[in-house]
């Protein structure tokens, strides 16, 4: 009864958001998926045509079949929020749509590309030569990279917004160019894209782990295994470099950002870094963290004396949501350097046995494998509260409140519980479903190394 | 000024593919055949309907205001179109990899075909209520509520025409997608009713449209333009409807297209110069020239990337049942 209350109570705007968030939540798990899965069913197939080794394309079919499930999902989702843009944000988007709408409309006909390369590879592994098949494949990989990259230079935007002058309250001098390249674009799009194949990379690699726990003779849950990790492994050891770059861009861009991602409520001049910690804002400091000294400046400004400006220097309602947006970015933070070490220790095992054929003979390190395999996605998840909750109260980051830019539509909280249930049911048929395919692949198997 | 009308009808000419396209993911209710229409759809639906988004992207970065006014004014009915979206994509795709079992199956079957058929009369409706010339705008702000617009006869007459329509279609198309003589019996009889259908219900929807939409109805017969194009659009119907009865199926399909394309350029040109009756026009709406000068270029290249591969979708799965 409580939690009717609590949504009767509920205000549009927080519905709104709500329902935003809660879309986008739901849409980036696919969408990373659809940009990642590509990449490994094409690597598969690409093994296939060189070594002739059948277990490749059993691989590459198995993963098609997955990806087609989830592909329909992100595909539809994706619809969704392309609406949403305008049903809960009218406001933004006649503002905004003429500024950056120019990456959006990018993205469509990438993504139109993506739906239609994965219609031929998907249904036509008969009907097109192997060599065309491949291409097909490579063109949904690429597609897929971009259409992902071109909603998140949309997103930057909203964070660093160039490419116009604000004139009495309008934009003027519109230039969607400079829009696309502003300048959290280039480390943004860099981290996402490497966050979904090593989201993507562990996961599968995490499944395929527990599957060759469970039958350790499997050959083709070790080359699927292995093809996993590899790109989700190099990506991993990869993103911290990007993130960096990407701090050092808020760092710039979006100062009190910054300062909410550490907590940070000072003014100081050679910052420490924080671990974990509880910020408390009423009271204006952060407990119980790790410090390290003057990394944090470094981090930002590469100089351990640079001044790291604090949440108290901004505004009461210019600041984000201090503990929201801090503890996601400690989240983001530990399961990207674990993955990191998950990614160099299977780097060192492989590369220490010179029989390549017993790295993966350890029962521990399959076990932190799949221990890993959600950490990813909690990264992801974690990582897109950080930049926008980050960039509270605004959407477009110091032109436009979000406040402002909500519909009028009053009971907005009957769409968001909708929406909520729908994607529920859909989520709960999609684990299912891949559930199954994950069983009747190892049963299959089982039968025919058997027979 | 130029840029913007050339845009124009490259908007319609998506919308066009919008329609057409969809509607052919707009499965039907047939029982029988349905594992043909499974065939059909499943490599090309997802493509087709992207076709959708690109009229929704173009929209908002073109004519930032027009989207932002309706998206306020409908916005329930665009909500239960995108409900509607949701659930027929994902049951198409839920029942393709789901237990073969027949009870399963027709789970998904059900809500697979519902929404099939929910999804275009919403679709209808919100064009309708765009045309209707009941979303008004003052200063930037729909003073029209939030039901008034679209909760009338004429946008859910429209509604159910645009059904039809897609009914239409998808069976004449059918017929070209089996060797099977029994079963291209089946969908040309449903052709031919739904076609039947789709005449009455554009003479509702013409009658309606006298209270419904004075200024559109206004704009059907202001202009030789017009005016040619809706003798054209009765020509092809006509022709079309021959040629199913004379089993011609091929051409039937080429008449039914150009029936469709027609009736859609047929609504531009009478909503001409308005975007969103009676208050937001092409030009008052437009984003500035930068913007609609690289959307162009970006939607002529995207054209030149996209056709080829389009049609090259469409050959390798339709090629074997058209010979």
């Known amino acids: 009864m409580c939690l009717l209350c609590f949504f009767v109570a509920m205000n549009d705007l927080l519905a709104a958001r709500s329902q935003m968030a809660m879309s986008l939540a739901f849409h980036i798990i696919f969408a990373a998926i659809g940009i990642a899965m590509p990449l490994l069913m094409i690597i598969a197939e690409w093994k296939w045509l060189r070594s002739k080794d059948e277990i490749y394309l059993t691989i590459a079919k198995r993963w098609a079949k997955g990806t087609a499930i989830l592909f329909a999902v992100g595909a539809v989702s994706g619809t969704v929020l392309s609406f949403e843009l305008g049903l809960l944000w009218p406001t933004f988007m006649g503002y905004a749509g003429a500024i950056i709408g120019m990456p959006f409309s990018l993205e469509g006909f990438a993504f139109f590309t993506e739906a239609i390369f994965l219609g031929i590879y998907l249904y036509g592994w008969k009907r097109v030569r192997p060599r065309a098949h491949l291409f097909a494949g490579a063109m949904v990989a690429v597609s897929g990279a971009l259409s992902g990259i071109f909603v998140v230079i949309a997103n930057a935007w909203m964070n660093a917004p160039t490419g116009f002058r604000l004139v009495d309250g309008k934009p003027v001098d519109i230039d969607p160019i400079a829009a696309m390249m502003n300048p959290a674009a280039f480390s943004q799009t860099l981290h996402m894209t490497l966050a979904a194949y090593a989201a993507t990379g562990f996961a599968v690699a995490g499944i395929h782990a527990f599957m060759l726990a469970r039958n350790r003779e499997s050959r083709f849950h070790r080359a699927a295994l292995s093809i996993a990790l590899v790109v989700g492994g190099v990506s991993a050891i990869l993103q911290p470099l990007s993130g960096d770059s990407l701090a050092k861009s808020v760092a710039r861009t979006q100062p009190v950002k910054l300062a909410a991602f550490e907590g940070q409520f000072h003014t100081e001049q050679g910052a420490a870094f924080r671990i974990g910690g509880i910020p408390d804002e009423a009271a204006g400091v952060t407990h119980y963290a790790i410090e390290i000294p003057y990394l944090l400046s470094v981090l930002a400004y590469g100089d351990p004396h640079a001044v790291v400006k604090g949440l108290n220097d901004f505004p009461a309602d210019q600041r984000p949501p201090v503990a929201i947006v801090h503890i996601s970015f400690q989240i983001m933070v530990g399961c990207g350097v674990a993955m990191m070490l998950v990614a160099l220790w299977a780097a060192w095992r492989y590369l220490r046995g010179r029989r390549k054929q017993t790295w993966l003979d350890s029962k521990w390190f399959l076990r932190v494998l799949v221990a890993a395999a959600p950490l990813g996605f909690i990264a992801v998840e974690t990582g897109w509260a950080v930049t926008e909750v980050g960039r509270q109260p605004w959407i477009i980051q110091g032109v436009m409140r979000t406040s402002e830019a909500v519909t009028p539509m009053p009971g907005l909280v009957v769409p968001f519980l909708t929406f909520t249930v729908l994607y529920f049911f859909l989520a709960a048929i999609t684990v299912w479903l891949l559930f199954r395919q994950v069983v009747s692949t190892d049963s299959t198997e089982v039968q025919k190394t058997v027979a | ?323």
């Open chain 2, 1 to 323: 000024m130029i840029a913007s009308l050339v845009l124009y009808a490259l908007l319609g000419g998506a919308d066009y593919g919008g329609g057409v396209w969809d509607l052919f993911a707009f499965g039907r209710r047939a029982r029988q055949q349905r594992s043909l229409i499974a065939e059909a759809l499943s490599p090309v639906w997802e493509a087709n309907h992207v076709w959708l988004i690109l009229v929704i992207v173009i929209l908002f970065t073109a004519f930032p205001p027009a989207f932002a006014a309706i998206a306020t004014a409908l916005h329930i009915p665009i909500t239960l179109l995108l409900i509607g979206i949701v659930l027929r994509g994902t049951a198409f795709t839920f029942r393709t990899y789901d237990v073969q079992r027949d009870d399963v199956q027709r789970r998904w079957s059900i809500v697979f075909s519902s929404a099939s058929i929910i999804t275009p009369i919403l679709l209808g409706t919100t064009l309708g209520a765009i045309a209707s010339g009941t979303i008004t705008v003052a200063d930037g702000k729909v003073t029209s509520g939030f039901f008034n617009s679209w909760l009338a006869p004429f946008p859910i007459a429209v509604g159910c025409f645009a059904l039809a329509l897609f009914a239409f279609l998808a069976a004449v198309y059918l017929t070209l997608e089996t060797p099977q003589r029994e079963l291209q019996e089946d969908f040309r009889r449903r052709a031919l009713v739904s076609g039947v259908v789709v005449g009455l219900l554009a003479l509702t929807v013409f009658l309606l449209a006298k209270t419904g939409a004075p200024t559109v109805r206004a704009g059907i017969s202001r202009t030789v333009w017009a005016l040619g194009l809706h003798f054209f659009t009765a020509v092809f119907a006509l022709s079309a409807f021959y040629t199913l009865w004379t089993r011609r199926y091929r051409l039937a399909r080429l008449f039914a297209a150009a029936q469709v394309t027609m009736i859609l350029l047929g609504w531009a040109f009478a909503q001409y110069p308005h975007l969103v009756e009676p208050h937001i026009t092409i030009t008052s709406a437009a984003a500035p020239r930068i913007t609609l000068e690289l959307l162009l270029g970006a939607l002529v290249a995207g054209a030149i990337l996209l056709f080829p591969s389009y049609y090259y979708l469409f050959v390798i799965f339709k090629a074997k049942t058209s010979k």
